[in-house]
Structure formats: C-alpha cells, structure tokens
C-alpha cells in the first residue's frame, strides 16, 4: 500500500503549464485514494472515482471552513506540527496538520527566492505583536525560517517597544544594509504614525495583512497610500499566505501579486462554486497549492480576487458572510 506521494520532489521542479497540470492529476489522485476528508467531501458533491476528473479544471476545491471542524491529514501520516489560524475572540481556529516540515521549508525558501533572492542579503525586522506570542502561528514559523536562512546579527521580533525598533532601523539605514520590514497592518500603522522614519531604497516594507480589530478595516490600496506617505516610499510589498496553505505569494508594487509554479489561482463565480470564472473577473479565490500534498492542495477561500492573463492575481476583500481572518485585509 501506498503511504507516501512517490513525486514529491517534482513539485519544485515544475518548468511549465503541461508539468503542473500533470502533477495536479497525480496528487488529486493521491488525495482521493487517502485523505477520507477530502474523499469523502468528493463522493458528497457525486465525485466517486479517480477516473471522473480528467482535466485540472475538474478538480473538487475543498472550502476552507474545513481546516476548522475537521483533522484534514493524509492516511499513515502525522503531524510534525499543528500550525493554527489567529482567529477573533469566540471564532474557531483553523488547525492546519502538517507532516512534513520540510516540504514547507523548502516551498517557503524557494518562493522567497523566486521573488527577492537569498534571506542571507537582508536583515529582517518583524513586528508581528499578537502573533508573536502565539505558538502554533504558521506567520511566525515562516519569519523565523527567514531568519534563520538571513543569519544578520540584527534580525529581531518587536512587540510594542516602537522606540528600540526605531533605533535598529536607524541604525541599518547607516550601514547601509538591505532590510526587509515585515509587519501586520495596524503593527505598520502604529509604528509608523508614531516614527514616520523615511526609508531609503534599500528597505523593503513589506505587509502581511491582519489589522485584528484594531481600528477600522481599509482597502489594501488606502494602506498602502498611507505607509508611502509616512515612510517616503515609493511602494509597499504584500505576502499572501494562511494557515492552510504551505506556499506564499508576494507583491511588490499595486497589490498584484505573482506565484511560484507550484502554486495557482484559480478563480470561481460568486454564485456558483463550481463554475470557473475567466481573466480580469471579480469572483472567489481558489488556491492549487502543491506543496500542501499531504493535506489538502485544493483548497476553496473566502476570498475575493481577480486572476490576470500573466497568471498573476490580486486580492479585493472578502465574501460578507466569511469570518473575520487575521492574515488579510477586508472591504468594509
């Protein structure tokens, strides 16, 4: 019996459109033969065979309210870790089972340096309060790796002491070194109201979303108007990430943001989940996330984007009925 996908390298190593499509078909097959959860949501929507899905189009996207009610984890696999979502005062967290830490790790790593090349280029300052002090939050799994891969003396975590991440920027803007700030949207907002520091171009600030009920929720475009202004930029970067999801993808300039290869969006219409949308439409986010093999890689968000031609996506709010989620911003 088969316990493992036997082509788990070759979701890095996707060259074009017919190797990603090929794999898809593999690891839907995989997931169908053994995660019950995802078999069983399958067989509920008439889905009872491999055979019946025969494009990537095809495929069944499991919404992603799953993750909070159900162990969503293939057979003969356990957990190497249990990352789970911030969630909102009474809401239930999404738990998302990963088996193997280092598929992630190598998705984050490769990702990153798709788009900003090696950690080992910058410092990484991260003013992620609230998540910080959260164990199981996948965010800080992810800064921490960064970090780690970075290796600068002046990495660091800030909470709320604004004025001792203050003097480490100011400090690495003397030195000159390449820096990323990484941060949730109302931690920039209150630092930067506070120490409005003008960057130089060598400083990438980059957003993650998030603003947990404090202060009123804006469009990303506002945000980001905001943070240029008070940090004399001329953009601000984004990742988009979840919990349930073992892959990243970054904007660097009018929330457009590009993907690895192993990770696609596909986007569904409004009214009907099963119904494909085309380019330049607004409609529900899906996420083809290879790396999440052994989980589920087909995965149904709550939230609301526009696909591109180019294959690039961005995100506009979210679905009303949807609960409030900490790694994203929403349209009032």
Known sequence: MRKDFTN????????????????????????????????????????????????VSQIPFLPVEFFRTQAIIAEHHQPAMVFKSSGTTGSLQSSHLVS????????????????????????????????IERKESSLVYMTRKLMQHSGHPNNGFYLYDYDALARAIDGLIYAKQPTILLGVSFALLDFSHNYPIP???????????????????????????????????????????MTEMLSQAYAKKHGIYHSPPWLRVQIRDVNDPFQLSGYNK???????????????????TQDLGRKYENGTFEVVGRFDRSKTRGCNLMIP
Do not use: W
């Open 8 to 55: 788990t390298p070759r979701i890095f190593e996707i060259k074009q459109s017919i190797d990603f499509e090929s794999l898809c078909l593999e690891i839907f097959s995989f997931q169908f033969s053994y995660s019950p959860i995802y078999r069983r949501f399958c067989q509920l929507i008439g889905i009872t065979r491999v055979s019946a899905i025969r494009n």
């Open 100 to 131: 193997n830490l280092s598929i992630y790790d190598e998705s984050l790593l490769k990702g990153f340096e798709l788009h900003y090349g090696d950690p080992a280029n910058y410092c990484i300052l991260a003013l992620l309060p609230f998540y």
């Open 199 to 241: 960057l130089p171009e060598n400083f990438i600030v980059m957003e993650t979303g998030g603003m947990k009920g404090r202060g009123k929720e804006m469009v990303r475009e506002e945000l980001h108007q905001i943070l240029c202004k008070r940090f004399s930029i001329n953009s601000v970067h984004s990742e988009y990430g």
């Open 282 to 300: 607004t409609g529900g986010i899906n996420i083809i996330d290879l790396a999440n093999v052994y989980s589920c890689p087909f995965i149904e």
